[in-house]
């Protein structure tokens, strides 16, 4: 049973910084698709960032080049760097794994509806 758990969040001023992370356990698949998607109150998921096991990372346009994405694979933990923050990044940001077949591992994007996610952690940027 995959355990995913998220900290990091909290509330920031519009052009700072947080850094999520995500301890997962509870796997041991060696070809998977990790990623980060966030939800603000009343709209509808957002997928912003994922990265595979083969180290690939696609982000979504709203969150490029301001985000990264990045794992530790040693400490089996998901980071989301964030920087830029913007008012309209508040929202709750929730970690996601899903484990993929090698041979369907570009499947694996910032879109990719993942089955296995954490409670959340909340991010709150104000103007």
């Known amino acids: 049973q995959v355990q995913l758990v998220e900290s990091g969040g909290g509330s920031v001023q519009a052009g700072g910084s947080l850094r999520l992370s995500c301890a997962a356990s509870g796997y041991a698949a060696r070809s998977y698709c990790m990623g980060w998607f966030r939800q603000a109150p009343g709209k509808a998921r957002e997928g912003i960032a994922s990265i595979d096991s083969d180290g690939r990372a696609i982000y979504a346009n709203s969150v490029k080049d301001r985000f990264i994405i990045s794992q530790d694979n040693d400490k089996n933990t998901l980071y989301l760097q964030m920087n830029n923050l913007k008012p309209e990044d508040t929202a709750t940001y929730y970690c996601?794994?899903?484990?993929?077949?090698?041979?369907?591992?570009?499947?694996?994007?910032?879109?990719?509806?993942?089955?296995?996610y954490g409670p959340g952690t909340q991010v709150t940027v104000s103007s």
């Open positions: 996601a794994f899903e484990q993929l077949p090698p041979q369907i591992l570009s499947h694996c994007t910032a879109g990719y509806r993942w089955s296995h």
